[in-house]
């Protein structure tokens, strides 16, 4: 199931650990667990848009949406089980809706706890790994802009934010202090690698560091921890940002120093695909490398084309990280 020459820890598969969302995070998954099988990944549940926001509202369940994301990458089942998983109604009240959003509320519906349902889906899916959500309870995402503007919920900070067009300050969630399962906590506290992002900054990754238990882990874990930075920048939330950028942002927000090192991709991206995007591709700057002397840079070719979307490409990047984590391992163990 996954690579022999991965270097394994005391006879065992590394622990790793990723956070994020629902795309970057899910896209990262299904390279690392060819790698490992000791996998834990914690994604947010700030969601309120699209068939999440609905199932959210209507049901009052945490929203499925990147959950789902997430089983489906490391789900070991046939090809026609993804295709369900990921299939949208086209027409009638479902319009809209995936098939595993409605699988996971019928899950929690079920069991009772989202934790539960959640758990006996990955059973269900044949996981490599598991899927933690960053809470049960149910938090709500509030961004605020410069020129004091402040907007409520997931779904409205980007999409307003593309008309207002202010550079975001902060974000924070409420209730303020929400709580982690256990298994969060001990599992970032147990890890030999976590990976940060790839994902929307400030809707994806950093309502994941507003858990103030996961932001604590985070800082006392021993485990090496790598930033992969976004190959484009993000219209309504990260416009004109850099790496740095980036990296200012998690850290002021996480009010801890926590990386070890920032993943830049350096493949330049053709210029008839950009014109696509409303944003730009993000390059490591000088700029870039006179304010983060203090963090390693790992700048490697990892992009791919997924239709007329720009992604990581999942099997290179997570190659390159297990590959970089095992050098500074041998280095250890040769001194």
């Not at 004091?148 to 207002?164: P, V």
């Not at 209730?175 to 969060?184: A, F, G, N, V």
């Not at 190959?231 to 200012?248: A, W």
């Not at 990581?312 to 001194?335: E, G, L």
Request: hydrophobic content about 35%.
């Amino acid at each position: 199931m996954y690579h022999t020459e991965t270097l394994n820890i005391g006879n065992r598969d590394l622990n790793i650990v990723t956070i994020g969302g629902g795309t970057g995070n899910s896209t990262i998954l299904k390279g690392l667990k060819k790698y490992s099988t000791n996998i834990t990944t914690i994604v947010t549940v700030a969601d309120d848009g699209g068939g999440s926001g609905i199932l959210r509202e209507d049901l009052g369940i945490l929203p499925p949406g990147d959950i789902r994301a997430c089983l489906i990458a490391l789900a070991n089942t046939e090809p026609a089980m993804e295709t369900l998983m990921n299939y949208r109604f086209r027409e009638g009240l479902l319009k809209g809706q995936s098939f595993g959003n409605l699988f996971l509320a019928a899950m929690i519906d079920i069991y009772g706890d989202f934790d539960v349902a959640v758990k006996e889906a990955g059973d269900v899916l044949a996981i490599t790994g598991k899927v933690l959500p960053m809470t049960l309870e149910d938090v709500v995402l509030y961004a605020e802009l410069e020129g004091g503007i402040t907007l409520k919920g997931e779904s409205n900070i980007t999409e307003k934010n593309k008309k207002f067009k202010k550079r975001i300050k902060r974000v924070y969630i409420e209730p303020e202090s929400p709580k982690p399962l256990d298994e969060t906590v001990e599992d970032i506290e147990n890890a030999d690698l976590i990976i940060i992002g790839p994902g929307s900054l400030y809707t994806s990754i950093i309502p994941n560091l507003l858990v103030k238990d996961i932001a604590k882990a985070l800082r006392d874990t021993k485990a090496k921890i790598y930033y992969i930075c976004n190959i484009m920048t993000q219209e309504g939330e990260t416009e004109g940002y850099g790496v740095t950028d980036h990296v200012k942002a998690i850290n002021e927000h996480l009010e801890y120093d926590v990386i070890d090192k920032i993943v830049v991709n350096s493949d330049i991206i053709p210029e008839e695909i950009v014109e696509k995007y409303h944003t730009k591709p993000i390059y490591l700057t000088d700029y870039d490398k006179e304010k983060l002397t203090k963090y390693e840079i790992l700048t490697w070719p990892c992009y791919y084309l997924f239709g007329d979307y720009i992604r990581h490409d999942a099997d290179r990047i997570s190659k390159y990280i297990i590959d970089d984590f095992n050098k500074d391992i041998v280095k250890i163990y040769n001194m």
